[in-house]
């Protein structure tokens, strides 16, 4: 009955040993591929590149950014702040930009690049 029993401690160690080995691999893979720090005064622009092997592409609605809760490919439309972000550089396209404060009293103009261009819409004369 000993003899039975060490096959299946034997096993189950390795098993055990395989697992904390995955783990702290898993841990490694995540602080040093995963990890974007953002410091303060910046945010994190991300594009999500889609699924990589399983699964269909979801392109967002014309005119809008993509959305993060429906997986939608593209430029999300909200940047995390400052701090520690994990995203696979495999799906997401990272880049930090730094935050613009504009003070009281001065004018900011903000061009956006998602939509239909203003030369297609209808003017409000008729041309």
Same mark, same amino acid.
């Not at 029993?5 to 904390?20: F, K, N, T």
């Not at 990890?35 to 999500?48: D, N």
């Given at each position: 009955?000993?003899?039975?029993?060490?096959?299946?401690?034997?096993?189950?160690?390795?098993? $055990? %040993? /395989?697992?904390?080995?995955?783990?702290?691999?898993?841990?490694?893979?995540?602080?040093?591929?995963?990890?974007? +720090?953002? &410091?303060?005064?910046?945010?994190?622009?991300?594009?999500?590149?889609?699924?990589?092997?399983?699964?269909?592409?979801?392109?967002?609605?014309?005119?809008?950014? $993509? %959305? /993060?809760?429906?997986?939608?490919?593209?430029?999300?439309?909200?940047?995390?702040?400052?701090?520690?972000?994990? +995203?696979? &550089?495999?799906?997401?396209?990272?880049?930090?930009?730094?935050?613009?404060?504009?003070?009281?009293?001065?004018?900011?103009?903000?061009?956006?690049?998602?939509?239909?261009? /203003?030369?297609?819409?209808?003017?409000?004369?008729?041309?």
């Amino acid at each position: 009955m000993n003899q039975t029993s060490r096959p299946s401690r034997a096993r189950l160690g390795l098993i $055990a %040993s /395989l697992a904390v080995i995955a783990f702290f691999a898993w841990e490694i893979f995540e602080f040093t591929i995963n990890r974007v +720090y953002v &410091p303060i005064g910046s945010s994190l622009l991300l594009q999500y590149k889609g699924p990589f092997l399983l699964g269909s592409r979801v392109y967002p609605k014309d005119g809008q950014l $993509a %959305s /993060l809760e429906r997986g939608e490919i593209g430029v999300i439309d909200q940047m995390p702040g400052p701090g520690r972000h994990f +995203y696979c &550089p495999i799906w997401w396209e990272r880049q930090i930009v730094k935050d613009e404060v504009v003070e009281p009293g001065e004018v900011a103009i903000v061009t956006s690049l998602v939509g239909k261009d /203003l030369a297609s819409r209808p003017s409000a004369n008729g041309d």
